[in-house]
């Protein structure tokens, strides 16, 4: 069973930093590429970043572009979103999510497996 | 980027068909077979109901189907039913950034 676990949500300071991870199981986590996806309250989604599934190649929304950095550890079977810089606007549900593929391609932006999110609030 | 453009609502009785449209541009939807359509119940992640326009992943009911025209896509939902209330997003393909969410359409079985 595929499982997604996202971590390091909180109450984090205008201008401050926060690290997301997300742990997954139940597949070859090397094998497909994943997304961050968030959600404001009483908001849409909003894709934030992507990664490949060997970790070369990544993609940015151009909101947090500059401020934010996705990354993973396939031995650790661990995706991280490194957020600076942070603003109110951020304020969010960040959910990372699994794609049907490997590599970033037109085919992986359809995102099959989803955790149940971490809360993110940037509030002085 | 401009999210893509839905409803904000649709609702139905059950038993009925609903549509729920999900236009872009040449640029996203209108360019790309790959549409992808998520429902998510209050409080809960998102589930992948469509793929590649018109494509269900397995275990998702066949009452969902995915279609394009042009720059619109569409996800129908026959023989609707009372667990099939939620809110409803499209995604699509997009050179950049990579991926454009719709703002979400709400669906009341009434």
């Known amino acids: 069973e595929v499982q997604l676990l996202e971590s390091g949500g909180g109450l984090v300071q205008p201008g401050g930093s926060l690290r997301l991870s997300c742990a997954a199981s139940?597949?070859?986590?090397?094998?497909?590429?994943m997304s961050w996806v968030r959600q404001a309250p009483g908001k849409g989604l909003e894709w934030v970043s992507a990664?490949?599934?060997?970790?070369?190649?990544?993609y940015y929304a151009d909101s947090v572009k500059g401020r934010f950095t996705i990354s993973r550890d396939n031995s650790k079977n661990t995706l991280y979103l490194q957020m600076n810089s942070l603003r109110a606007e951020d304020t969010a549900v960040y959910y990372c999510?699994?794609?049907?593929?490997?590599?970033?391609?037109?085919?992986?932006?359809?995102?099959?497996?989803w955790g149940q999110g971490t809360l993110v609030t940037v509030s002085s | 980027q401009s999210a893509l453009t839905q409803p904000a609502s649709v609702s139905g009785s059950p038993g009925q068909s609903i549509t729920i449209s999900c236009t872009g541009t040449?640029?996203?939807?209108?360019?790309?077979?790959?549409v992808s359509w998520y429902q998510q119940h209050p409080g809960k992640a998102p589930k992948l109901m469509i793929y590649?326009?018109?494509n269900r992943p397995s275990g998702v009911s066949n009452r969902f189907s995915g279609s394009k025209s042009g720059n619109t896509a569409s996800l129908t939902i026959s023989g609707l039913q009372a667990e099939d209330e939620a809110d409803y997003y499209c995604?699509?393909?997009?050179?950049?950034?990579?991926?454009?969410f719709g703002g979400g359409t709400k669906l009341t079985v009434l």
């Open positions: 040449s640029s996203d939807v209108g360019g790309y077979n790959y």
């Open positions: 139940g597949f070859t986590f090397s094998s497909y590429a």
């Open positions: 995604s699509s393909y997009t050179s950049s950034p990579w991926v454009l």
């Open positions: 999510a699994k794609s049907r593929l490997a590599a970033l391609s037109r085919a992986s932006t359809s995102l099959d497996y």
């Open positions: 990664i490949s599934g060997s970790g070369g190649s990544t």
């Open positions: 590649d326009v018109s």
